[in-house]
């Protein structure tokens, strides 16, 4: 609101990328939500999954592909903000802190020990971006 943005949308490529209906990316996300948010398939069921999760996420990237948008500045230091924000907003995200992990990016680190089948994450789907917040939304 006050401050200047600091991201830039950047085209990249030859500009040769075709337009994409809103409607097809939403399909494809929506396809992507449902796949993610379901139960937990069985053990031997896992791998399949995981091709099939990545499969719509490579979709939906070369879908977006001729836009990236840069960031100018310092992720960590809004991590602070963004993690007093999730506890505001009804998020339980005691025991794990945001971290890099070289060469990987970033991601969640436990700060104590988690047992098995214990809670350490929870977020309350007010927070999540579902097909139905986004057709509710400015992008809808």
Same mark, same amino acid.
């Given at each position: 609101? @006050?401050?200047?943005?600091?991201v #830039?949308?950047? #085209?990249? @490529?030859?500009?040769?990328?075709?337009?994409?209906?809103?409607k097809?990316?939403?399909?494809? %996300?929506?396809?992507?939500?449902?796949?993610?948010?379901?139960?937990a398939?069985?053990?031997? #069921?896992?791998?399949?999954?995981?091709?099939?999760?990545?499969?719509?996420?490579?979709? !939906?990237?070369?879908?977006?592909?001729? !836009?990236?948008? !840069?960031?100018?500045?310092?992720?960590?230091?809004? /991590?602070?903000?963004?993690?007093?924000?999730?506890?505001e907003?009804?998020?339980?995200?005691?025991?794990?802190? !945001?971290?890099?992990?070289?060469?990987?990016?970033? @991601?969640?680190?436990?700060?104590?020990?988690? #047992?098995?089948?214990?809670? /350490?994450?929870? %977020?309350?789907?007010?927070?999540?971006?579902?097909?139905?917040?986004?057709?509710?939304?400015?992008?809808?």
């Amino acid at each position: 609101m @006050g401050r200047k943005s600091r991201v #830039k949308t950047q #085209k990249s @490529g030859t500009g040769a990328t075709a337009v994409v209906s809103p409607k097809e990316m939403m399909n494809l %996300i929506s396809d992507l939500l449902q796949k993610c948010s379901s139960a937990a398939p069985s053990p031997g #069921k896992e791998w399949e999954e995981y091709i099939q999760i990545r499969g719509l996420v490579e979709k !939906i990237r070369k879908k977006q592909k001729g !836009i990236s948008v !840069i960031f100018e500045g310092s992720r960590e230091e809004f /991590f602070p903000e963004l993690m007093a924000w999730a506890q505001e907003s009804g998020a339980s995200c005691e025991g794990v802190e !945001i971290a890099n992990f070289a060469g990987e990016g970033f @991601g969640l680190r436990a700060t104590k020990d988690i #047992k098995a089948e214990e809670l /350490f994450l929870w %977020i309350p789907r007010t927070m999540l971006m579902t097909v139905e917040s986004a057709k509710n939304s400015v992008l809808g």
